[in-house]
């Protein structure tokens, strides 16, 4: 069973820094897109960024510069760190198994206040 536990959302001032943990567990981490997806309020499931199992990135327009994905593949932990963030960074976030968004956890907040 797939199962995706994310954590570290809070609340964070405009311009500060928050860093999102995803636990894996119940498929081969180390072999798998892993995938950010988050959901801004009263909006739709956006893609943040994704990692091959390898290490290869992908960032979304607006967050390219400001947030960085990475993974361990030793501990199936799956990270997004999040830098200069905006008060439109304002979403729950999820970590998601492969490129979409099917398989994913429950979410953390994120609230980026002014």
């Known amino acids: 069973e797939v199962r995706l536990v994310e954590s570290g959302g809070g609340l964070v001032q405009a311009g500060g820094s928050l860093r999102l943990s995803c636990a894996a567990s119940g498929f081969t981490f180390g072999a798998t897109y892993m995938t950010w997806i988050r959901q801004p309020p009263g909006k739709g499931l956006e893609r943040v960024a994704n990692?091959?199992?390898?290490?290869?990135?992908f960032y979304a327009e607006d967050v390219k510069g400001r947030f960085a994905v990475s993974r361990d593949n030793t501990k199936s932990m799956l990270y997004l760190n999040l830098n200069n963030v905006k008060t439109e960074d304002t979403a729950m976030y999820y970590c998601?198994?492969?490129?979409?968004?099917?398989?994913r956890g429950q979410g953390t907040q994120v609230t980026v206040t002014p």
């Open positions: 990692i091959s199992p390898s290490g290869n990135t």
């Open positions: 998601s198994k492969g490129t979409g968004w099917t398989d």
